[in-house]
C-alpha cells in the first residue's frame, strides 16, 4: 500500500537523509582522529609514514610483537578511546608486519543495546502513519582475524540486530531479526601491491568521515542521527580492492561488481524516509506489523542494475607534510529515482503544501492502485563524481578539505517529480590530532546546486521563500563534537550538534557514558531535533528522545 506515496521519500529526503546520516554520525568520529585513524573496535594503528593522511583502516594492519611472543596491535592513544565510534573503511596504503613464527588469530566482538523513549508523544492513537514512540535495538558482532603469514591475511565477521519498536499504547507493536555478512575479505600482500578481495569499506577523501568522495559503500538509514554509530552505519560491500605505493604517490583502485543499495525503511520507523509529518494518502494501518518492515526494501524499485555493472573507484595521494590527491568514482546512485504517475504526484504535492487534496482524484490514485496499475517507476541512474582532496597537520589538529563535483544527482522538486542537477559539494574539517583528554572537532559541510528554475523548489535543500528567479540553490550545515572524562575518567561527558542556517534547523546530542568497569559501557543519551518540518534538520522534529544504552567488548 505504500508504493505511492514512497516517491516522495526516495529521492529528496532519501538523498539528503543519507547525507545526514553520514555527517551528524562523523561529526564524533572526526574527532579522535590521530593524524588521520580512527577508533573503534575495528580500526588499526597507522605507520608513521602514512599517520595524518585521514585513513579509516582497518584494525590490526600493523603489528609489532617479540620474535616467537604474540603479536599484538600497535595503537595510538587517540585510537585506544571511543572518540572515533567506529569510521572504518578500507585499510592503509601499505600494510607493513613483522614475520610471525606460524598463523595467528585473533577473535573479536561485541554486545550492544539500547532503548529509546520519545520526549513527546504528537501522534494521537489509530492514525495512519503515527509515530513511533518507543524503540529497542540489540545488536552483536562476532569476528576472526587470521593472519596466516606476512603475505596472507583473513577476516571473517558475522552481524546480528534485533529492533523492537511500538506506537503509544503499545499499537503496532513489530520487530524483526536481521542477520549479516560484516567484514569478510582475504587480503595478498606483496611487495608492489596489495589485494583484498571480500566484503569490505573503502575509504575515499580526506576527511576521516565525511569526505563527499566516499560514496563507494552504501549505508543503513535506519541508524540514529545522534546517538547512532558509524561502524553500524556504514556497510561492508563485496568490492576487489588494489593499492600500492609509486614514488610519492599512493594509488587504490577499487571495482564492486554487484549492486548493493542502501538500507532504509519508507515509514514506520524514527529514520524513516517518510515521515508521519507529510500526512499520509493511505491507510498503512491495513499492512500489518509482523509484514511491514520486511516489504520495503525493495518498496520503491522496479528494477536494479544488472550484474557486474558495477561501482569503479580510482584515487591517488601524495605523501609528506601536505597531501594532495584526486578520485573519480563511477557508481550507480543508491537510493532509487522515483517517477511518479502525474496524478499521484498531485496528491502528494498538494498534502505537502497543506492544501486540501481533491477526493476525486485521490479515490482515482487508490482504484488504479488497487487494480494493479503500475503508478511509479524506481530506477538506479548512474552517476560520475571528481573530487581534490587535501590534508595536513596545523598545529594540534588536522586539517582535511574536500570538494567534489557530481555532473548529475537526482533531486525532487515541489512536485515530486525528479530532476537531474550538477552539484558542487565540499567539507572542511578541524579535529584532535594530540593525545589529549579533550576530544573535539568541527567541520562545515557545503553543497551548491546550480540551474535551478524560477518556479522549481529542491525539497528539504531550499525553503519555498527560494522560488522566483533562477538561481543556484545552497545547504550549508555545521557539525561539532566535543568530549571529556571526569571523575578519574570513570565518566566521559560528550556532545554532538549540528546546525543548518538557511532554513535555521538542529540537533544535539548530549551523551553521558560510565566506563569505570574495562570493556563495559554504559551511557544515557539524548536526541533533540528542531526548525520547520520541511528543513533538512527539522523534519525529523518528531523523532525527539531519551536513550539508555551499554556496550560490552568480552575480546
Known sequence: MMRSPSGRSSGDDGALKATLLSVLLAASAASAQDGGADGGPLT???????????????????????????????????????????????????????????????????????????????????????????????????????????????????????????????????????????????DVYTSKVDVRVGNQRIALGANAAMAPADALNPRDLRESFMAGDLEDALLPVFAVRAQGELGQVKWLAAYAPFFTPHKYTVFGQDEALLQPGLGPVFDTRRIDPSIEDHIQDSVLETKRPVPFAGDVALRVVSTGKFRLGGSWVWMNEKLPRVTMDPELSAVLSAQAAGRQVDPAMALSVLNRFQAGETLYAGEYRRSHLFSLEGSTILGPGQLDVDVTYSPRTTYFDDQFRPIDKSTVTWVIGYSQASDSPLVYAISYMGMAVPDVAAQQQLILIEPATAVGGARTAFLHLFLGSISYPVWKDRFELSLRAAFEPIQRSFALGPKVTFQGVEGLKIWVAGEIYGGPSWSPLGYFHRNSKVLVGLRWDPF
Open 44 to 186: 588499526p594503528a597507522l605507520s608513521p609514514q602514512s599517520q595524518g593522511e585521514g585513513e579509516r583502516v582497518m584494525q590490526v594492519e600493523s603489528f609489532e610483537g617479540a620474535e616467537g611472543g604474540p603479536l599484538t596491535p600497535t595503537l595510538s592513544p587517540a585510537l585506544r578511546g571511543e572518540g572515533a565510534q567506529g569510521v572504518d573503511a578500507g585499510p592503509p596504503p601499505a600494510e607493513s608486519f613483522i614475520a610471525p613464527s606460524g598463523p595467528s588469530v585473533r577473535v573479536y566482538g561485541s554486545v550492544r543495546g539500547e532503548v529509546s523513549v520519545d520526549s513527546r508523544f504528537d501522534s494521537p492513537r489509530n492514525v495512519p502513519m503515527a509515530e513511533n514512540v518507543a524503540e529497542g535495538c540489540f545488536k552483536a558482532t562476532l569476528g576472526a582475524d587470521v593472519k596466516w603469514n606476512e603475505h596472507i591475511r583473513l577476516v571473517l565477521e558475522g552481524r546480528a540486530q534485533v529492533r523492537l519498536v511500538t506506537q503509544r499504547d503499545f499499537d503496532r507493536a513489530k520487530g524483526f531479526f536481521e542477520p549479516m555478512l560484516g567484514d569478510a575479505y582475504l
